[in-house]
């Protein structure tokens, strides 16, 4: 199947578009900038601001990947209607069978944050123009490189006693991104999929207190921490611009979300793609390894450079 997958160079779209080649399946990796793109498939030009250039990136595709957001904008909200709406006309100009979603839990009757209205709002205009959209809902995702997950790393590693509002006792369902590829996989091949939402999660629910615990536990490091009720969220997303590498407004955002909670409450996905989904401890172990051998692999190119470098004088 000739699939289109956007945001292909990103946390969740590069580790996808890996397994759909695996599993058999043609990729189209859609991206501003294709003469730069080294991943997985055949890089097709598009941008979400340019329907033109979606029409071309989809055509001749039996299905599409929509992961693509704005977070790190303050004007995500209506950023991300204007491209879920260009990508749903354009997929239905290009005959597509069926675009695939990744969005965020959340309970529709909580007063959920702007991130996860936004989430909710880009589900729907996505099918607004008749194209079946099949979506996924995740809380935390958990691996290397991706930002809910560098941020708890992050505060462990440079926090050993930390001042924490209350979104830290706040209860999540964090899931491993390689459980979140096969369910994204799995979704493609499973008819009874089509036009479906589905709620997607690790086996354990935790807060976020007792996630950072865990991490802190799991390197050997002791966490001392202090709730301070009263920490606003625009202070938590300012302290959380200071003491890890994640910019103002995708803090603010993902603050925002914390403060409701995201829990599966319908597992009917593990009928349609079954398999057991990792345990905390083994998807933070996971993402420590990666993080490890990528470091390492970076280390080794510079040193190769060195030589190659010293070789020539």
């Not at 354990?204 to 390197?219: D, S």
């Given at each position: 199947?000739?699939?289109?997958?956007?945001?292909?160079?990103?946390?969740v779209g590069s580790r996808l578009a890996t397994a759909l080649e695996e599993a058999g399946h043609e990729v189209r990796a859609m991206?501003?900038?294709?003469?730069?793109?080294?991943?997985?498939?055949?890089?097709?030009?598009?941008?979400?601001?340019?329907?033109?250039?979606?029409?071309?990136?989809?055509?001749?595709?039996?299905?599409?990947?929509?992961?693509?957001?704005?977070?790190?904008?303050?004007?995500?909200?209506?950023?991300?209607?204007?491209?879920?709406?260009?990508?749903?006309?354009?997929?239905?100009?290009?005959?597509?069978?069926?675009?695939?979603?990744?969005?965020?839990?959340?309970?529709?009757?909580?007063?959920?944050?702007?991130h996860l209205r936004s989430r909710r709002e880009v589900e729907r205009l996505l099918g607004s123009t008749g194209v079946p959209v099949?979506?996924?809902?995740?809380?935390?995702?958990?691996?290397?490189?991706?930002?809910?997950?560098?941020?708890?790393?992050?505060?462990?590693?440079?926090?050993?006693?930390?001042?924490?509002?209350?979104?830290?006792?706040?209860?999540?369902?964090?899931?491993?991104?390689?459980?979140?590829?096969?369910?994204?996989?799995?979704?493609?091949?499973?008819?009874?999929?089509?036009?479906?939402?589905?709620?997607?999660?690790?086996?354990?629910?935790?807060?976020?207190?007792?996630?950072?615990?865990?991490?802190?536990?799991?390197?050997?490091?002791?966490?001392?921490?202090?709730?301070?009720?009263?920490?606003?969220?625009?202070?938590?997303?300012?302290?959380?611009?200071?003491?890890?590498?994640?910019?103002?407004?995708?803090?603010?955002?993902?603050?925002?979300?914390?403060?409701?909670?995201?829990?599966?409450?319908?597992?009917?996905?593990?009928?349609?793609?079954?398999?057991?989904?990792?345990?905390?401890?083994?998807?933070?172990?996971?993402?420590?390894?990666?993080?490890?051998?990528?470091?390492?692999?970076?280390?080794?190119?510079?040193?190769?450079?060195?030589?190659?470098?010293?070789?020539?004088?």
């Amino acid at each position: 199947m000739r699939i289109l997958v956007t945001g292909a160079s990103g946390f969740v779209g590069s580790r996808l578009a890996t397994a759909l080649e695996e599993a058999g399946h043609e990729v189209r990796a859609m991206t501003r900038r294709p003469d730069r793109y080294e991943g997985p498939g055949t890089p097709v030009a598009g941008d979400v601001g340019d329907e033109g250039s979606l029409r071309s990136a989809l055509a001749g595709c039996e299905a599409a990947y929509y992961l693509v957001h704005s977070l790190d904008d303050p004007d995500f909200e209506r950023k991300d209607a204007d491209a879920a709406r260009a990508f749903a006309r354009a997929a239905a100009a290009a005959g597509i069978g069926r675009i695939i979603y990744l969005g965020g839990l959340g309970q529709d009757g909580d007063q959920l944050s702007k991130h996860l209205r936004s989430r909710r709002e880009v589900e729907r205009l996505l099918g607004s123009t008749g194209v079946p959209v099949t979506v996924l809902r995740a809380g935390i995702v958990v691996g290397h490189g991706g930002v809910s997950w560098e941020m708890t790393r992050q505060l462990v590693a440079h926090l050993p006693a930390m001042v924490t509002p209350r979104w830290v006792s706040t209860r999540t369902q964090p899931i491993a991104v390689a459980d979140v590829v096969r369910y994204l996989v799995g979704v493609l091949e499973a008819p009874e999929a089509t036009g479906r939402v589905f709620e997607v999660g690790g086996p354990e629910v935790l807060t976020y207190l007792q996630m950072m615990i865990r991490v802190a536990e799991i390197q050997n490091r002791h966490l001392f921490v202090v709730p301070v009720p009263l920490l606003s969220p625009q202070l938590s997303s300012r302290w959380l611009a200071l003491v890890t590498d994640v910019d103002l407004a995708t803090g603010r955002s993902l603050i925002d979300s914390m403060t409701n909670e995201v829990v599966v409450t319908d597992d009917a996905i593990r009928s349609v793609v079954p398999f057991e989904p990792m345990d905390y401890d083994e998807m933070v172990m996971t993402a420590l390894v990666e993080r490890a051998r990528q470091r390492r692999q970076r280390a080794g190119e510079r040193r190769g450079g060195w030589l190659s470098r010293g070789a020539r004088r």
